[in-house]
T-cell receptor, first 117, second 109 residues
Framework: GAVVSQHPSWVICKSGTSVKIECRSLDFQATTMFWYRQFPKQSLMLMATSNEGSKATYEQGVEKDKFLINHASLTLSTLTVTSAHPEDSSFYIC?????????????FGPGTRLTVT | DAKTTQPPSMDCAEGRAANLPCNHS???????VYWYRQIHSQGPQYIIHGLKNNETNEMASLIITEDRKSSTLILPHATLRDTAVYYCIVRANDYKLSFGAGTTVTVRA
């Protein structure tokens, strides 16, 4: 159980275009979903936290108008990178939080590799 | 969230136990210790977590000291597929995870 999927697994787009990445919790309802970004040889950096039906909370330094997050249901969150530029090329990873017994467990998707040319 | 300190890298032999240390001397009473690992170019994988007591599951064991200022993740029989970056994270329940640099574990045949 506790499977999180992402689509697409990789995408190449031209500079100036927008790209949407989907994150789904397949076998559980997620109270909260998170979006991370990871550059080569670096650790994961949290971009934003989203709860179903409410606006996402962005980390300091993350442009909310550039990285649009929609959390339409308890099993789906989307990240749209608007007007993408080469510096947005990165590995984008989502995670979904599930209450298990008395504590929350967070499960990660396989990631989406974005390359902007 | 409390900061954690992990060694940057360690090697271990295939078939032997791998003991991964983590210091979290500023941990608060309501913060859990979580361990995740990330195999190259994949999303992080949850391993185990605990609050005060030692925990064991099918993947690993987590030993937390009595004062909760440090912990050890034990992979009982390391295999080549256990080669990954291991992250020790402390956080309050249902709060965001903050990833540090982790420990790069290389299992050698």
């Amino acid at each position: 159980g506790a499977v999180v999927s992402q689509h697409p697994s990789w995408v190449i787009c031209k500079s100036g275009t927008s790209v949407k990445i989907e994150c789904r919790s397949l076998d559980f309802q997620a109270t909260t979903m998170f979006w991370y970004r990871q550059f080569p040889k670096q650790s994961l950096m949290l971009m934003a936290t989203s709860n179903e039906g409410s606006k996402a909370t962005y980390e300091q330094g993350v442009e909310k108008d550039k990285f649009l997050i929609n959390h339409a249901s308890l099993t789906l969150s989307t990240l749209t990178v608007t007007s993408a530029h080469p510096e947005d090329s990165s590995f984008y990873i989502c995670s979904a939080s599930r209450l298990a017994l008395s504590s929350y467990e967070q499960y990660f998707g396989p990631g989406t590799r974005l390359t902007v040319t | 969230d409390a900061k954690t300190t992990q060694p940057p890298s360690m090697d271990c032999a295939e078939g032997r136990a791998a003991n991964l240390p983590c210091n979290h001397s500023t941990i608060s009473g309501n913060e859990y210790v979580y361990w995740y690992r990330q195999i190259h170019s994949q999303g992080p994988q949850y391993i185990i977590h605990g609050l005060k007591n030692n925990e064991t599951n099918e993947m690993a064991s987590l030993i937390i000291t009595e004062d909760r200022k440090s912990s050890t993740l034990i992979l009982p029989h390391a295999t080549l597929r256990d080669t990954a970056v291991y992250y020790c994270i402390v956080r309050a329940n249902d709060y965001k995870l903050s990833f540090g640099a982790g420990t790069t574990v290389t299992v050698r045949a």
